[in-house]
């Protein structure tokens, strides 16, 4: 029986598209170690190594000075792919939307996913010295709220599928990941305890304060400026709170906004050894000349803190959490916290 030219069309169309898809897997599961094209990359600068980045990190080229820390990061990214083949069973074709944190540097080569309270915001400082017009030298000098604005930096979501493809093949793609639990202690102080964050108080407080503070004073419901962990942890593990909207990006999970298992990372670095790790990225992309800036003075948020900030959650609530979080821990190999009351 002749089939309809309708449905033709509609057999050829799902073949076409399970083809493309076979090929995107294809491009984003290993990467193209073949120097980057001239047309995509621009010449280093004078002093710059001109080895290919990737090359160096899957051959074993190694500068003497950075041998121990890049054998660290790739056995960070040894130990991910592991993890993704034993944890993974589904696979999902990413969307531009998805792509949305990853930042490209076409001078240079790289490719950068960030994750909120990660240091992201230097190593958008840093990338915008890398990529700008000689604007900016130092990368401290360049104001928090401009690192963060838009149009400034290039994310990988802006260019066309071939061109995206094409980037994913070549260029040497990094993150930074952190503790969970610390990360997400760091985002609550940030962005519930300081007085100056009105937008997240409004937005994300009044709702957590409505939803889980029964007898809420009507100033409290107003301002929402006075959310406690506690209440934090109950709108984290509430399901209306993804149901509604997306989670915010400084608490959402690390391999949700990265996607490690279904892009090839080629370095996993880390915020507990952050400058180390810097230095190694840099080094290795032949960037040794810069510098990544030192952490501020504000103290860092610890497990010794975040055990602190978790002590008044119930070991019921700490379970929920830790299983909303799991995947971060074991993706990039961090053990279940000390001071976590799961039974």
């Known amino acids: 029986m002749r089939t309809p030219r309708g449905g033709r069309v509609f057999l050829g169309s799902c073949v076409g598209s399970l ?17 980057t094209s001239s047309s995509t990359a621009a010449p ?18 190694q ?26 069973r589904k696979r999902h074709v990413l969307s531009p939307d998805d792509l949305r944190h990853l930042i490209v540097d076409d001078k240079h080569g790289l490719i950068y996913c960030y994750v909120p309270k990660v240091a992201c915001t230097n190593w958008k400082r840093v990338l915008m010295v890398l990529t700008g017009d ?39 793609k990094f993150l930074f990941v952190r503790e969970p639990f610390e990360r997400l202690v760091s985002a609550y102080r940030n962005k519930f305890t300081r007085r100056y964050n009105t ?9 957590i304060i409505r939803r889980h503070r029964p007898g809420a004073r009507p100033a409290a419901l107003e301002a929402g400026d006075d959310v406690s962990f506690l209440e934090f942890v109950r ?46 990225l840099l080094g290795l992309a032949g960037l040794s000349g810069v510098r990544f800036p030192s952490s501020g003075r504000s103290p860092r948020t610890d497990g010794d803190m975040a055990a602190g900030f978790f002590r008044d959650v119930s070991p019921y609530l700490q379970r929920k959490l830790f299983n909303m979080y799991r995947m971060d821990f074991l993706l990039f190999n961090y053990s279940v916290p000390h001071y976590l009351r799961t039974h």
Do not use: M
């Not at 090929?23 to 170690?33: I, K, N, T």
């Not at 500068?63 to 993974?88: K, N, W």
């Open 19 to 35: 083809f493309a898809l076979v090929l995107f897997l294809q491009a984003v599961s290993r990467p193209d170690v073949e120097p």
């Open 44 to 61: 280093p600068s004078p002093g710059e190594s001109r080895r290919n980045p990737l090359q160096a990190l899957y051959n074993g080229d």
């Open 63 to 88: 500068d003497p000075g950075q041998s121990y820390a890049q054998a660290a990061l790739r056995g960070r990214r040894e130990l991910l792919e592991e993890a993704c083949l034993s944890q993974t």
């Open 134 to 172: 000689g604007r900016h030298s130092d990368p401290l000098a360049i104001p928090a709220h401009e690192a963060h604005a838009p149009g400034n930096l290039r994310s990988l979501a802006e260019f066309p599928p071939a061109e995206i493809n094409r980037r994913l093949r070549s260029y040497l």
């Open 199 to 207: 937008a997240f108080h409004k937005r994300y407080g009044t709702e």
């Open 235 to 280: 709108y984290l593990v509430d399901p209306r709170t993804r149901r509604d909207r997306p989670l915010n990006e400084h608490w959402e999970r690390a391999h949700a906004l990265c996607h490690p298992c279904l892009l090839h990372y080629d370095v996993v670095g880390k915020y507990e050894t952050l400058e180390r790790d810097a230095a190694a």
